[in-house]
């Protein structure tokens, strides 16, 4: 879906230049913007996004033009501090980029392979709206590796990084294929249905229209106001005609379960293999945190949580209930990865087990505990052994 985003209050035709062709250079692309008369407004678009040296290129070529215009880039150009700022000096008031790259897979679950290149996607996202360019995303939505959480992930990536156009649309087959070469088992086989896909991208759109919403984007940071709101408010005539979306219990149990928390122990937590226990040796009992990920695959079923740092009392009983969620969701494949915890408070080891052990029986017909064995093994070392720590054991053998 292609917005032309410059024609709001147009007065000159808007002028295409497809760089992709190949068939203008640098020089032709500055003589043929210099020839249009003063205040008209241009693209550079093409079949692909301008990469970091073409881009410079031809920003620097257009400096001192007073020609507004929109360009889309990849993102390893935006991540270049020089090349936007070549662009707003040269006039840019709107840069276009697309789902790639890190937004692929940091989009697509809970669960992120590398986090650190999402965040600075980010940073370098919100340097372009304090220079005053506005920034349009388009978001395919529904690519293989994506499950119920990526329309609220996709929300908050446009809230963090500043999108003043955000444009989501249900995934092509095309694009789900080529996202999805790298799967081991069936590649081209997506992991929401269609009927969920088609229900999250009108959830999405229609908080993403809201005045609200397209008011902070347009406003906040300034810069092309005017460009952002003429194509919000076009969006959002869009949303009006299609259906609402619902907020879905498999949505909000995936919400619930990717969040960082406190964590808090009466006395001393309890040390795992996977500690720096020189690094972390006293500081864990001061500032200690619980993280959980996760992500889901609605075709066969199944939910993968991931616990990391340490697990308190509050948040045991908090992973159990979510669990419970699950089941009632409709998951019948349930796997909890702990090979990322750091230490256990003892009041899960001693009265959480024993409290909940019939929960934890009816949750484990369809629960498997996975890395739990060092864990368990750290334990014994530390406390006695006891009736509580055999449950952990039993589980562990599970």
């Not at 992930?153 to 092509?172: D, H, N, Q, S, W």
């Not at 909000?252 to 040796?281: E, G, K």
């Not at 079923?301 to 045991?316: K, P, S, T, Y």
């Amino acid at each position: 879906m292609r917005l032309d985003l410059l024609d709001a209050r147009e007065q000159h035709p808007i002028l295409v230049f497809d760089l992709a062709t190949g068939v203008r250079d640098t020089a032709t692309v500055s003589r043929e913007v210099a020839a249009l008369p003063d205040g008209a407004r241009f693209s550079l678009l093409g079949a692909r996004a301008l990469e970091p040296a073409q881009a410079s290129a031809i920003f620097r070529a257009l400096a001192g033009q007073r020609r507004p215009f929109r360009v889309c880039l990849s993102l390893a150009a935006v991540e270049h501090k020089a090349v936007v700022e070549d662009a707003a000096r040269a006039g840019c008031v709107a840069i276009e980029i697309e789902r790639e790259g890190p937004l692929v897979s940091g989009l697509a679950s809970g669960i992120q392979p590398n986090p650190h290149a999402f965040e600075r996607a980010v940073a370098a996202l919100r340097r372009v709206r304090g220079l005053g360019v506005a920034t349009v995303a388009h978001l395919p939505l529904g690519l293989a590796e994506d499950d119920e959480g990526v329309f609220e992930r996709a929300l908050r990536f446009c809230r963090r990084a500043l999108i003043a156009v955000p444009i989501v649309t249900a995934a092509t087959a095309s694009r789900a294929n080529v996202a999805s070469a790298t799967r081991e088992q069936d590649p081209n086989e997506p992991r929401m249905d269609e009927e969920s896909l088609e229900n999250g991208i009108h959830w999405t759109r229609r908080k993403l229209a809201r005045h609200l919403a397209i008011w902070r984007r347009s406003f906040w940071p300034g810069g092309a106001s005017d460009v952002a709101l003429a194509a919000s408010y076009r969006l959002r005539r869009e949303a009006d005609q299609a259906r609402r979306g619902r907020y879905t219990a498999r949505m909000r149990l995936l919400r619930a379960l990717n969040r960082t928390v406190r964590a808090r122990a009466r006395s001393r937590f309890l040390m795992t293999p996977s500690t720096d226990r020189v690094a972390l040796q006293g500081a864990v009992t001061r500032r200690a945190w619980l993280r959980t990920k996760a992500t889901s695959d609605a075709r066969v079923r199944a939910l993968f949580i991931q616990v990391e740092g340490a697990l308190d009392l509050r948040g045991a009983r908090a992973l159990l209930e979510r669990v419970g969620q699950a089941v009632q969701a409709g998951y019948q494949r349930i796997t909890i990865d702990v090979d990322g915890v750091e230490a256990v408070s003892r009041e899960v080891v001693t009265g959480f087990l024993a409290e909940n052990k019939a929960r934890l029986a009816e949750a484990a017909k369809c629960t498997r505990i996975v890395n739990l064995h060092g864990v368990f093994e750290a334990l014994r070392q530390q406390l006695d052994d006891n009736e509580d720590l055999r449950l952990i054991e039993h589980a562990a053998r599970a």
